[in-house]
């Protein structure tokens, strides 16, 4: 059934690249496979050696195509709007937001395999998706789904290192420490040890990051666990798939709390390259760091509370709206809340982007989960009054380039209905989820032979005299 809806809904893409030709390259890879092409790594290998003759093509036809110019603003600016990275699992559009390999999120919704009818997409088939361009089967994303249950266990070492640190650290400084200390099974670094040729580096690569996805789910509900359970861990359930299973081994059974992990792992996975998180891995990498190293220094990007701790800041901002005016707050004392919180110096989390322009639909997609799911929950309705309060407010300060929410805003109240209250938790969630993409990419780096990053820098004596030249 999913099979055949998905080819469908397919047939329907094609139709459009035919008119959106900026389509074409990513929507041009995709295909409905046979059920006999169970095994991932063979399909890459056969994939790889057509991309790395693309990209050979690309240096050596449009190796001099300008891309754009710097400007100095560009520069003392974050580097927006400056194209630097090559990044294949996703692309981001300022107004219509993130596409996997070309897909939506409503068309993953519609063509990814998901564990029950016209359930959410199960997070193993977006991960074939990044990884080969192609949407999978049923039965390949079951397959990729054991798969990953036969390299989930942790060894012993992982829970005495994440041990050693005081219970009350924050629980990214866990989750990071666990990922640090599973770094000492890298088939990667093992394989450079012994000299392996570069034209390999993937294979390890492949290995490192399957085994990493793998196991980050079971890492992070240790830290749940220890932090808000008194350490009593809840072993794998071996019928149950990645997004299933993450919910059950930090404690959570429900069906609709399963379906709602699995929904939030597969929209947090990717957003294309330079979001802190994604570059920070993949300027690591660049350097032949394995996939461990990189993943845990991107995840301590995603800490910070411009970018992944948002989540956290979020739930822990409209608890204290809450707690100041209750559950039943006025559109207009909401509104005094919030000029509270600009003229105390801070950022209303959740609201603004780096890139995007709308409404993120991310956003879009968890709002729609809680009008079907808790339409009626008190702090759904306060995001709510959010989403109409905030934007003319933060449009009305004039320096803020997009006032809408972003995926921060929402997921909070979704994970607190279900009972996952504690909000400094919400960002090892978005770690688990974001191991998917950025290792993806990083299979694909090492594949195509992505070089060592080294942007050049200025000193500001560099720039006046540059300028000055200039003008
Ligand atoms: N509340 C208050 N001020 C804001 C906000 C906001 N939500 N968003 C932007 N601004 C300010 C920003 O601080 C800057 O002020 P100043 O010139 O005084 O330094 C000005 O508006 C211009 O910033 P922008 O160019 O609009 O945004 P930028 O690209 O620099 O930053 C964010 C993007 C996401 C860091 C910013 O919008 C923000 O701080 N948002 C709140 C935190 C948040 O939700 N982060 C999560 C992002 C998503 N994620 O998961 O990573
Ligand atoms: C992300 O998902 O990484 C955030 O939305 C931040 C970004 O894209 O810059």
Redesign the pocket.
Known sequence: MVFYRSVSLLSKLRNRVVQQPSLTNSVRWLQIQTSSDLDLHSQLKELIPEQQERLKKIKSEYGKVQLGNISVDMVLG?M?GMTGLLWETSLLDPDEGIRFRGLSIPECQKVLPAAKPGGEPLPEGLLWLLLTGKVPTKEQVDALSKELRSRATIPDHVYKTIDALPVTAHPMTQFTTGVMALQVQSEFSKAYEKGIHKSKYWEPTYEDSLSLIAQVPAVAAYVYRRMYKNGERIPMDDSLDYGGNFAHMLGFDGPEMQELMRLYVTIHSDHEGG?VSAHTGHLVASALSDPYLSFAAALNGLAG????L??Q?VLLWIKSVVDECGENITKDQLKDYVWKT?NSGK????????VLRKTDPRYMCQREFALKHLPDDPLFQLVSKLYDVVPPI?TE?G????PWP????HSGVLLNYYGLTEARYYTVL?GVSRAIGICSQLIWDRALGLPLERPKSVTMEWLEAHCKKAA
């Not at 950022?347 to 780096?354: E, K």
């Open positions: 974050g927006r979001n509370p411009l970018h992944g948002a989540n800041e600009l950022v209303v989390p959740g609201f603004g982007h780096g933060l300060l320096k803020v380039k997009n972003n995926v921060d805003a978005f």
